[in-house]
């Protein structure tokens, strides 16, 4: 038969009932507040999301890094709520268990001294005594499942249950804990599971039988009493406020994962938004690098690895902007020079024709003028040739290919004897030659008849530029390993501008002049060449006092 419960049990129930009600409610709101700020946040990620999952943004680094570093992220969490999840249910499910034993075993304990004490125990037909309720223990244990029987193995008490009788669950329960208890009074105590758990790894049902056991006289306990039946337990009175605690544990766990893997997905984006950004800089550089912006520079704030990368680019940008410039500037000079040696070579040539011509033609009679004639075709022949020689020089020592026969040589006599041969020349256009060379200057490894021509070209300059009445000044001093010979004149100068430009071939300060009246324009487009296959250096600079000066460093003989 069933038990009822008490009056005030009913009450207390119905109260318990009432509050889990309103417990229940106000979780719900709360629940429903934080699901109406997840809800917000997720639809923020969620659209993140799907712009990440376009096909299109699947093969950026910036969107595999994110899902790399997200999933990543994901992994962890998940392995440590699973952790979480599985050691608080597993404590709490032991909780349950060893709480559940020791009721039962307290349970039978008090139905063991209850037969003595004149509670509800009655004399069964056999003279055994019948286990019976007492108003404390059904106060006590009226709100747990509980089964007891008695020795004959009938069930006096079930459980209250408000599904129908036909209830599987129920029956599947009632039978399992009916086989624990037939064990029970034979004496063995069961605990285990039972079978048809909603959720069964969260929150285990329980069970526990043991024998209940008559009180002898003057016994404090009653291991060594006769068994006057069994009792069984499947819950004890807390059990829907643990397993609703149980459940908020476990939905926080899970709620709290979710939240973790969608902001680690969002600081992850993030993250890597930072790391590629200056990927992204450096590819829109080298875009418009290959369109021939070569001055196009990055300023990158990344990382060491991506700043060292940006400083290398920047790098190269600069040699390969200096190397376009340089070549650009090879084009223009190697149209220059097509132009100017064909400028330099029609004037001869148009001379020899013309004379040729009219010799041919018979149109010069007069022998003198033939013989004049004959002896321009010669001088402009002669021209040709010169012009012709020093481009070649110039190319061969440009290229290497011409050898020095380098010695150490004297500098002061060589000037000396360099100044002889041009002393009358210098006499005639009234311009003062002066030479202050010490006598201690140390020989310089040289070519004497290259080191020669190039004391020719550099005086033959000053002279073409140095006016009436003028001077010339040749001086030479050591410095280091290395023995600079300057000579400067009291002429026009030359603009800063201009300094570079007058070693390039056939380039004049005046334009207007040609080869006839300002040389050929390859004079110091050959002293550069030679003083470069000495291992030296040409320079041009201001005189103190006006004029140009031109300073060449040439190395110390060894030894």
């Given at each position: ?262 902001l680690a997905g969002l600081l992850a984006y993030l993250f890597s938004r930072r790391l590629t950004r200056p990927v992204a800089h450096l590819t829109t550089a080298a875009a418009a690098m290959a369109a021939g912006e070569y001055a196009t520079r990055v300023q990158v704030a990344a990382p060491e690895e991506l700043h060292r990368l940006a400083a290398a680019f920047n790098e190269m940008a600069a040699a390969l902007e200096a190397d376009v410039t340089a070549l650009r500037r090879q084009e ?155 000579i400067a004149d009291t002429g026009p100068g030359i603009a800063p501008a201009e300094r570079e430009r007058i070693f390039d071939r056939f380039y004049r300060l005046d334009a207007s002049r040609t080869a006839a009246t300002g040389g050929s324009g390859l004079g110091l487009a050959i002293v550069r060449s030679l003083v470069s296959a000495h291992g030296g250096t040409i320079t041009v600079d201001d005189r103190p006092g006006g004029g140009a000066r031109f300073t060449v460093a040439l190395p110390?003989?060894?030894?």
């Open positions: 038969m069933r038990v009822g419960m008490p009056v005030g049990a009913k009450s207390r129930e119905r109260n318990r009932e009432r509050n889990g009600e309103r417990e229940t409610s106000g979780t719900n709101a709360a629940a429903g507040q934080s699901a109406s700020g997840a809800a917000s946040l997720s639809g923020g990620v969620a659209r993140v999301l799907a712009r990440l999952a376009h096909p299109a943004r699947l093969k950026s680094l910036r969107v595999q890094l994110s899902l790399g570093s997200a999933l990543i992220a994901l992994g962890a969490i998940l392995l440590v709520t699973l952790i979480a999840l599985f050691s608080i249910t597993t404590s709490f499910n032991d909780y349950r268990r060893n709480q559940l034993t020791a009721e039962v075993s307290q349970l039978a304990l008090v139905l063991g001294r209850q037969q003595l004490g004149g509670g509800d125990a009655t004399a069964a037909p056999n003279g055994r005594p019948r286990l019976g309720l007492s108003p404390l223990v059904r106060q006590r244990f009226g709100a747990a499942n509980m089964w007891v029987m008695d020795a004959s193995g009938r069930l006096i008490i079930t459980p209250r249950s408000d599904a129908p009788d036909g209830d599987a669950q129920f029956q599947r329960d009632e039978a399992v804990v009916t086989d624990a208890l037939h064990r029970a009074i034979h004496g063995a105590s069961t605990e285990d599971s039972l079978p048809g758990s909603v959720l069964p790894w969260v929150s285990t049902r329980y069970y526990a039988a043991a024998p209940v056991r008559a009180v002898r006289d003057g016994s404090g306990d009653a291991v060594d009493g006769p068994i006057i039946g069994a009792v069984a337990l499947s819950a004890l009175s807390r059990t829907d406020r643990a397993l609703t605690f149980a459940y908020q544990v476990n939905g926080a766990l899970l709620a709290g994962a979710l939240l973790a893997a969608l223009h000079l190697r149209r220059e020079l097509v132009a100017n040696v064909a400028h330099e070579l029609a004037t001869p040539l148009t001379a020899i024709q013309g004379f040729t011509e009219a010799l041919l033609d018979g149109v010069v009679h007069d022998p003198e003028e033939r013989t004049e004639s004959t002896r321009l075709i010669a001088r402009e022949a002669g021209r040709l040739r010169r012009l012709v020689g020093q481009l070649r020089q110039v190319a061969l020592y440009d290229t290497g290919a011409e050898t020095l026969a380098r010695g150490p040589v004297a500098l002061p006599e060589l000037v000396d004897e360099t100044l002889a041969v041009l002393g009358p020349e210098f006499e005639r256009r009234d311009i003062r030659l002066t030479s202050a060379l010490p006598g201690d200057l140390p020989p310089i490894s040289a070519d004497a008849d290259r080191l020669t021509e190039i004391l020719l070209n550099l005086l033959d300059n000053a002279l073409r530029h140095t006016p009436a009445g003028g001077v010339i000044e040749v001086t030479a001093a050591r410095a280091g390993q290395m023995v600079r010979l300057a110390v003989a060894a030894g």
